[in-house]
C-alpha cells in the first residue's frame, strides 16, 4: 500500500518560497491555501477510489478480496462520489468523474420498485443486501444531488436523459416519508423530521428541480419547486430556536422538538451542516461564529471522528468564506498520520474534498 508522506509546515513555507525564487512574482506568490488545496483534494479522492469495486460500488473500507466481506451504505457512497465531483471540478482528472459515473449506474441497478435502496455486503458480483437502510430521504437526495453536479461536471443531455426514469423514481422514494408541512421523516419507521436529513432532502429536490428543466418536464420541476419552497419555509419556521440561535436536532411526528443540546453529535453537528449545506445568508454567518466561540476549532486530527468532525468545519468555514480557519483545518488534515487517512470512511473524504476546493471551482 502506498503511503501519502505527510506535508509538515516547514515543507509548506519551503514550497512558497522556491515558487518565489523560480520566477513567480512576490508581489503575488501562490496562496497559502491553494498549496494545500491540491495535495488534500488529490490524497482523499485517490484513497474514494480504494473504496470502488470493479462493477462501481463504493464500500465503506478499501475493497478486500473474498473472503473478505465489505460493506456498503449507498448514503456514503453518494457523498464520496459529490466528493469525487468536488476533486474532478477542481483537477480534472477523468478517474474521478468516470468513478462517480460507475456508482450512480451501480446504485440504480439496486433500487427497489419504490426507488428505495438498502445497505449491501460481499463481493462484486455477489452483492447481498443486508435488508436495512439508515434512511430513506438522504439516500435518494443525496444521489439526485450526485447525478446534478455530474451532468454539471460535462456529462452531457444524454447521459442525464438516460438517468430519467430513475430519478423520477428515486424522488419518489424522497416523499414516502414526506409529511403534511413538507418535510420528511428519516424512515417510513423512524417518525422524525431531523434536521440534517432536510438538510440533504432540500439539496436533492433542487437537483431534481434543474434535472428537470434540463430535460424539459415542466410539470415534475413545477411540482419540486412548491415542495422545496414548503420545506425550506417549515425548517426555519419549526427549528429555528430565535432565543438560543441555534436549529434544533428535529421535530417529531406529534409536533414535539427535539431540541439543541449542545453536544456534538447530533446538535452541533446538525447546526454546522446547515451553515455549510444551507444556501449563505447572515444567518448562516452569525450561526458559524456562534458556534466557533461556543466549540472552537477542532484543531487535532488524531481519530477518524476528529477528522470527520474537522472535515464538517473545514466545508463550513469555506462556505462563509472563513479564510483563516480554512487554511488552520486544511493544515491539521494535512499533517494527519497515515494510519488515521487509510482507515477513514468514503463520505469524510467526500467532505474533505468538498471543503478543500477553491471557491472559484464551486458550482
Known amino acids: 500500500m502506498k503511503h501519502f508522506p505527510r506535508m509538515p509546515m516547514a515543507i509548506v513555507s519551503a514550497i512558497l518560497l522556491s515558487a518565489c525564487i523560480s520566477g513567480v512574482s512576490r508581489a503575488n506568490p501562490p496562496a497559502p491555501r491553494e498549496v494545500l488545496s491540491r495535495p488534500l483534494v488529490q490524497r482523499s479522492a485517490d484513497l474514494i477510489l480504494k473504496h470502488q469495486a470493479s462493477d462501481g460500488a463504493i464500500?465503506?473500507?478499501?475493497?478486500?478480496?473474498?473472503?473478505?466481506?465489505?460493506?456498503?451504505?449507498?448514503?456514503c457512497a453518494n457523498l464520496a462520489g459529490i466528493g469525487l465531483m468536488s476533486a474532478y471540478r477542481y483537477l480534472r482528472d477523468r478517474r474521478y468523474l468516470q468513478a462517480a459515473e460507475k456508482w450512480v449506474r451501480w446504485y440504480e441497478d439496486h433500487i427497489g420498485s419504490d426507488g428505495v435502496i438498502e445497505d449491501y455486503k460481499g463481493q462484486p458480483g455477489s452483492w447481498q443486501s443486508t435488508g436495512h437502510y439508515d434512511s430513506t430521504d438522504s439516500y435518494a437526495s443525496t444521489w439526485l444531488d450526485l447525478v446534478q453536479k455530474i451532468y454539471q461536471a460535462g456529462s452531457g443531455r444524454r447521459w442525464l436523459q438516460a438517468r430519467w426514469n430513475s430519478v423520477t423514481k428515486i424522488a419518489g422514494a424522497m416523499e414516502l416519508t414526506r409529511q403534511s408541512n413538507g418535510m420528511t421523516w428519516a424512515t417510513p419507521k423512524w417518525p422524525v423530521m431531523y434536521a440534517m436529513d432536510n438538510i440533504e432532502t432540500s439539496r436533492g429536490i433542487e437537483a431534481a428541480i434543474r434535472i428537470g428543466t434540463e430535460l424539459g418536464h415542466k410539470d415534475f420541476a413545477i411540482k419540486e419547486c412548491a415542495w422545496r419552497d414548503q420545506l425550506n419555509a417549515s425548517f426555519e419556521n419549526i427549528l429555528w430556536n430565535?432565543?438560543?440561535?441555534?436549529?434544533?436536532?428535529?421535530?417529531?411526528?406529534?409536533?414535539?422538538?427535539v431540541p439543541f443540546k449542545g453536544e456534538w453529535y447530533?446538535?452541533?453537528?446538525?447546526?454546522?451542516?446547515?451553515?455549510?449545506?444551507?444556501?449563505?445568508?447572515?444567518?448562516?454567518?452569525?450561526?458559524?461564529?456562534?458556534?466557533r466561540k461556543t466549540y472552537g476549532l477542532p484543531l487535532k486530527c488524531e481519530t477518524g471522528d476528529d477528522m470527520k468532525q474537522i472535515?464538517?468545519?473545514?466545508?463550513?468555514?469555506r462556505r462563509v468564506g472563513a479564510v483563516g480557519d480554512t487554511i488552520k483545518l486544511m493544515k491539521v488534515l494535512v499533517n494527519a498520520s497515515d494510519s488515521v487517512w487509510e482507515n477513514q470512511y468514503p463520505d469524510v473524504l467526500g467532505f474533505i474534498c468538498r471543503g478543500s476546493i477553491p471557491k472559484s471551482t464551486e458550482k
Open 311 to 317: 472535515a464538517f468545519w473545514l466545508m463550513a468555514a
Open 266 to 291: 447530533p446538535s452541533g453537528m446538525a447546526d454546522i451542516m446547515a451553515v455549510a449545506w444551507k444556501p449563505l445568508n447572515v444567518r448562516s454567518r452569525e450561526l458559524y461564529e456562534s458556534m
Open 242 to 257: 430565535p432565543t438560543i440561535k441555534r436549529y434544533a436536532v428535529g421535530v417529531q411526528s406529534d409536533g414535539s422538538i
Open 59 to 75: 464500500t465503506m473500507g478499501e475493497v478486500r478480496p473474498s473472503p473478505a466481506v465489505n460493506d456498503i451504505s449507498p448514503y
